[in-house]
């Protein structure tokens, strides 16, 4: 950025700022990660002499050439706020101007410690294979207490969740190569609409500001096409690696955005997606959002495979890579279904694929997040489930190693360890797997779910109606349908409660709890007759449910949510759940 403070450590309000780490650490010594876009910002404020730096003046130090919105810029602060501690907004003030300030003395070191000192001083990963409650209660998958905690502080709305990463999860805040770059071209109008040049420009806009908060790409403006092809023959080393093109469509029926990601090199087509919503849809913006989530969750994930490639063996991936990937598109369909058969179909295929191919790591993988679905639902006795975490946390720890970026692993460990009640953790992994897909609903979901444990019912039900503004991937829909109905009911918003829960079951009528939990809402709503006939559905679908054995076990869950759960509890036996 060129300030005059350069590389020097920069010191503040009981913090160090370490410019040659890139690298935010608290007045003990311990290390508070943050994006690198947040990081940037951070350092630019730290350089700025104390002076108010306007809004436009941030955005164009921290996202240089780059087309990005006011809510980027929000969420880099909000970041910051929390990892600084600064909740009553007294550091990094708002002025009256409308620009931001840095209301602290910054004194500069002249050397910065070097890096050989981090790198010895960092925490060992894990030895392969130990089992979670074998393990020392200091680190899970590596996050220490101490990074815990300063998650839980920053815990509110899902943007501030994802201002803390995981010390084992090695963010790339220090890039040994240039990231690859990215451009995002103007979606083509289509359309035969009047509306259509808006809905196009707004849509490249959000589809631009979503590619801008992955970690590992650097998005770039587009160009002019005479100057693009200058740039190709002139300058490789600025010209973008890939480009995401797409058409907007209209019909008497729909909006339909087609989308693919291309290699700028060679024009090779990486992916196509196509995603469409009702052209009825009053609300504008909604209507954007899901057609951007809709391929940019597509496009995110499949440029996250090509720059997190799986380190299986050439050979053995050749052979049996047309399985592999049936085995494991099919068994991931059927995570977030809730009938044993198809679990139990999908769990006997890919330990059949495992088993043919043993040191196919993907296929662990998958197997893994499957069988936490399994443990959440409860269809393992409780020896079969202390088996299946013990496995599935030695596979979780080595893919970590292996594929710290990769979205299939970082879901699975924040599948497993919202499965295993360690919230705060599953919130700093899953904020991760958003850093790589800003549109992941199944990640979202998982947040809302810590969040309810952990008390935050509020930013919990905003985490679920972001969800649902999303809408992917479709199949997870009526999972947090429910988590905004389960967060209600928790609050006593029992009316508001109601079509939540309603159509999350009648997307996916198979779950007893959603039942039972729509009982509770009826009951403590006055809908006497619907809350009995409502548990009634609920016991047929799941037989034995007593006061004893619904509630979903409650360790790490804080007080305030404990006290909810009893008063629905209360409310389904009231409706007519057996006491034993």
């Not at 295929?349 to 959440?376: C, E, F, H």
């Amino acid at each position: 950025m060129g300030d005059a403070l350069g590389d020097h450590l920069l010191r503040f309000a009981g913090f160090e700022l370490d410019p040659q780490r890139a690298e935010l650490r608290g007045a003990d010594g311990a290390s508070i990660k943050l994006r690198p876009k947040t990081f940037e910002m951070l350092r630019f404020f730290a350089a700025s002499g104390g002076r108010v730096l306007t809004k436009q003046e941030l955005m164009e130090a921290v996202w240089p050439n780059v087309h990005v919105g006011e809510d980027s810029l929000f969420q880099c602060i909000r970041e910051l706020r929390t990892a600084l501690g600064d909740e009553r907004r007294q550091l990094i003030k708002l002025a009256s101007g409308g620009g931001y300030l840095l209301a602290t003395e910054v004194t500069a070191q002249s050397e910065a410690p070097p890096l050989a000192q981090a790198v010895e001083a960092a925490p060992a990963a894990p030895t392969e294979g130990v089992s979670l409650q074998a393990r020392s209660q200091r680190f899970i998958f590596g996050f220490s207490r101490r990074a815990m905690a300063a998650a839980v502080a920053g815990l509110g709305v899902i943007v501030i969740s994802l201002a803390v990463a995981a010390p084992v999860l090695k963010p790339d805040l220090l890039f040994t190569r240039t990231p690859p770059r990215l451009v995002v071209m103007p979606i083509v109008d289509a359309s035969n609409d009047p509306r259509g040049a808006v809905m196009a420009e707004e849509v490249t806009g959000r589809l631009t500001d979503g590619f801008a908060k992955i970690q590992n790409i650097s998005v770039v403006a587009p160009r002019s096409p005479a100057l693009a092809s200058v740039e190709r023959t002139s300058s490789p080393a600025t010209s973008p690696d890939y480009e995401i093109r797409g058409e907007l469509q209209h019909s008497d029926q729909s909006w339909t955005l087609r989308a693919r990601i291309i290699k700028a090199g060679t024009g090779e087509v990486q992916s196509v997606v196509a995603a469409s919503v009702n052209a009825d849809e009053a609300d504008a913006q909604l209507a954007q959002s899901r057609l951007v989530a809709g391929v940019g969750h597509v496009l995110a994930r499949r440029l996250n495979e090509i720059l997190e490639p799986s380190k299986s063996s050439s050979a053995s991936r050749t052979s049996s890579a047309g399985g592999d990937k049936v085995a494991v598109e099919q068994a991931l369909a059927s995570i977030n279904q809730t009938t044993r058969e198809r679990f139990g179909a999908a769990q006997a295929m890919l330990q059949k694929a495992l088993i043919d191919d043993p040191d196919n790591l993907d296929i662990a993988v998958a197997l893994a997040s499957l069988q936490m679905r399994g443990i959440q639902m409860v269809w393992f006795s409780p020896e079969e489930a202390v088996t299946v975490e013990a496995r599935a946390n030695a596979t979780l720890e080595q893919a970590l190693r292996s594929k710290p970026n990769s979205i299939p692993v970082l879901e699975a460990t924040c599948r497993f360890l919202s499965a295993t009640n360690h919230f705060v953790e599953s919130l700093v992994t899953c904020a991760k797997a958003l850093s790589f897909d800003p549109w992941n609903g199944s990640a979202l979901y998982l947040i809302g779910l810590g969040q309810i444990y952990l008390g935050r019912f509020d930013d919990a039900l905003a985490t679920f109606r972001q969800a649902d503004r999303y809408d992917t991937p479709p199949a997870s829909r009526w999972t947090w349908l429910l988590g905004a109905g389960f967060a209600n009911v928790l609050m006593g918003r029992d009316e508001e409660a109601l079509p939540w829960l309603q159509r999350s079951i009648a997307i996916t009528p198979a779950t007893g709890r959603s039942h039972l939990l729509l009982a509770a809402a009826y009951q403590r709503s006055g809908h006497l007759e619907e809350a009995r006939a409502a548990i009634a559905e609920g016991l047929r679908l799941r037989p034995g449910t007593t006061r004893l054995n619904v509630s979903s076990p409650m360790k790490n869950a804080s007080p305030v949510c404990i006290a909810a759960w009893e008063r629905v509890v209360q409310a389904e036996v009231d409706a007519g759940l057996p006491e034993r």
